[in-house]
């Protein structure tokens, strides 16, 4: 079964970096794609960033230029990278895979920025 496992989360200063991984394991079909999503307390969950097997990533317009989305297709990891960090970035991080037409989720690891 597949399972996602992350990693990364934490409590940083305003302007600080924080780098997310989120590994998935059992059998996956090479073409997928993986992201980040958040959801801040009395907010919606929404996406951040994906990457498919193509390497061309997707981001909210809020994080570009800030956030980098990679990932390792041999591993079936992905990793945000989370520069400038603001407030406003608060947030539990779910890992999501999206792959032969399911979706599946990472448990979530908070994200504070905060001084």
């Known amino acids: 079964q597949v399972q996602l496992v992350e990693s990364g989360g934490g409590l940083v200063q305003p302007g600080g970096s924080l780098r997310l991984s989120c590994a998935a394991s059992?059998?996956?079909?090479?073409?997928?794609?993986m992201g980040w999503y958040r959801q801040a307390p009395g907010k919606q969950r929404e996406l951040v960033a994906n990457?498919?097997?193509?390497?061309?990533?997707n981001y909210v317009d809020s994080v570009k230029g800030r956030f980098t989305i990679s990932k390792d297709n041999a591993k079936n990891t992905v990793y945000l990278q989370m520069n400038s960090l603001k407030p406003e970035d608060t947030a539990i991080y779910y890992c999501?895979?999206?792959?032969?037409?399911?979706?599946?989720w990472g448990q979530g690891t908070q994200v504070t920025v905060s001084s």
């Open positions: 999501n895979l999206f792959v032969l037409g399911s979706n599946y």
């Open positions: 990457v498919g097997s193509g390497g061309t990533p």
């Open positions: 059992g059998s996956i079909f090479s073409l997928n794609v």
